[in-house]
């Protein structure tokens, strides 16, 4: 048995390997070494100015609320204390992640009882997925927010079986801490308190006869300290973006959104979110539903689990639906990076599903039951295998566009424009990272104060002519922008383009046509800054 698990660990490990190995591989093929988002340069200087003792501010002196994750950005920030290249220790990160989610990924499934067998198979799969993949060395908190709410999840469900269940409950202490990683991680900690409020475990543990001698109100109690103690780390941050933004959401939140738009659901968005999972997975994706009704079957028995990972594929979707609307792009974030977190809990619903049809074929003839093992096998591994090997050259060209375009400007202002010139730009990451110029962000993340004066959709009339205010009033030096973004606002403003840069093969950014331009105002003499 030891030498069969040695055995499966090796194995795991070897597949998480070389599927980490072949992106890198991809990446520096295609260009040098980078990421493949301008945001992940947000969270890099973000945890730049923790490291200096500078706070959550994206330029000394200036606190903003502009981090959706801010447990990334602090453990981040904890790489600038390590010798060598930094984009090497983030990948380093990201891939220690990758494994930590594999790890809980398997605790989920032995959690839920599942076989050994088939906990591995899942962690097989998610291994295989090619948005975990991207995830590990994309510098983005994704491979943290997956860690915890997966880890999170399967102790939940040990808690609730637990034979003492006054103790606090340290998972939904965790689930408050995995909401800093992402802001999602507030609604699978209200799914896990009603989980155990709603569908509270039987009383007898399934592994030893006997009442449990803790009542109601002692389960009440441990849950309640838990709820308490994710209240108290949510609270901290929350109190923290009212301080210095006047709101206690972080300033994506008014930059992404101004709301919900309905009291229904959308079916366009609700189908686009199925595709983001059913790509790399479609029969566990098929078999979702099986593996739900499996956890509502067990309801009031040994094999009670609740249906928190049921209720968590479900419901943020439906959540998210409500902000969607046909003028507004869909919040699924780059490449549905949203919902990459549900892809395991998809899975272990998938492999539930499984569970008593595989029993069944047990008894079946050894020819039927390889047959039916290599129809399995094939119908589970080959969409994994193949997405990873198209998700390879996305990675690639993710990273060349964002090298080719944001990093490749923001490396000219450096080495040509004076420090002191003020840029008014699109894209706030790589350039904020690399230059030490002050920022004017025009979609308001870290600027959050031009968000009264324009509206959401930057083509709006109303919008742009808000934005036109902003910048008179502020009368930035430069501006940096997509030129296909902002159709003709360089004109309005007046801007002397002075370097332009078009993207070939553009699959991330926001344009084809990044143009960096001196402002009217610049070119007029008052407080502008000159070229090098």
């Not at 055995?7 to 980078?34: E, F, K």
């Not at 047959?371 to 080959?382: F, K, R, T």
């Not at 600027?447 to 509206?455: A, D, G, K």
């Amino acid at each position: 048995m030891n030498k069969a698990r040695s055995l499966v660990v090796l194995g795991l490990t070897l597949a998480a390997a070389a599927c980490l190995v072949s992106y890198l591989v991809a990446g520096r093929s295609a260009t040098t070494a980078g990421l493949p988002l301008d945001d992940s340069f947000i969270h890099l200087q973000f945890a730049r100015s923790i490291a200096a003792g500078d706070g959550l501010a994206f330029r000394p002196g200036r606190l903003v609320s502009g981090s959706t994750a801010p447990l990334w950005t602090a453990v981040l920030s904890l790489l600038f204390a390590l010798p060598g290249p930094l984009l090497l220790w983030v990948n380093v990160l990201g891939a220690a992640l990758y494994a930590a989610g594999a790890a809980a990924t398997w605790a989920l499934a032995r959690e839920l009882d599942l076989s050994p067998a088939l906990a591995a198979g899942v962690t097989l799969l998610y291994l295989l997925t090619d948005a975990m993949v991207w995830s590990a060395l994309s510098g983005m908190e994704v491979g943290l927010f997956v860690a915890l709410s997966v880890a999170a999840t399967a102790l939940h469900l040990r808690e609730r079986r637990a034979a003492s269940p006054g103790r606090p409950s340290l998972a939904l202490a965790l689930f408050g801490l995995a909401s800093l990683a992402r802001p999602e991680g507030f609604l699978l900690l209200v799914l896990a308190v009603v989980d155990r409020l709603l569908f509270p475990a039987p009383g007898n543990d399934r592994r030893k006869a006997g009442p449990s001698p803790v009542g109601a109100g002692g389960a009440l109690a441990g849950i309640a300290i838990g709820a308490l103690c994710a209240a108290l780390v949510i609270a901290a941050f929350l109190l923290f973006s009212l301080t210095v933004s006047g709101s206690p959401l972080p300033t994506t939140y008014a930059v992404k959104t101004d709301g919900p738009r309905s009291l229904l659901p959308s079916g366009l968005y609700l189908l686009r979110v199925v595709g983001v999972m059913f790509r790399p997975h479609p029969l566990p994706v098929l078999l979702a539903l099986g593996g739900a009704l499996c956890l509502l079957e067990r309801l009031r028995t040994p094999r009670d689990r609740g249906l928190l990972p049921a209720l968590w594929v479900a419901g943020l979707p439906l959540a998210y639906s409500l902000y969607d609307s046909p003028e507004a792009p869909m919040m699924v974030g780059n490449f549905g990076r949203y919902y990459f977190p549900l892809i395991p809990f998809v899975l272990v619903l998938g492999a539930l599903a499984l569970e008593q049809p595989l029993a069944r074929l047990r008894a079946a003839p050894a020819l039927w039951r390889a047959a039916a093992a290599m129809v399995l096998a094939a119908a589970l591994l080959v969409p994994p295998v193949s997405t990873l090997a198209m998700g390879r050259e996305r990675y690639a060209a993710n990273v060349r566009n964002v090298n080719d375009s944001d990093v490749a400007m923001s490396i000219w202002i450096r080495d040509h424009l004076p420090p002191a010139a003020v840029i008014a730009a699109q894209d706030v990451g790589a350039i904020g990272f690399l230059t030490p110029n002050p920022l004017i962000d025009l979609t308001g993340i870290t600027t959050p104060e031009i968000l009264p004066s324009i509206e959401r959709a930057a083509g709006a009339s109303g919008g742009r002519a808000g934005l036109l205010r902003f910048l008179e009033q502020r009368r930035p030096d430069y501006l940096m922008l997509f030129a296909d973004s902002y159709p003709g606002f360089l004109d309005e403003v007046g801007g002397q383009v002075v370097r332009r840069l078009r993207i070939e093969r553009n699959v991330t950014m926001a344009g084809a046509d990044l143009v960096l331009a001196r402002s009217s105002w610049a070119v007029l003499g008052e407080g502008g800054a000159q070229a090098k």
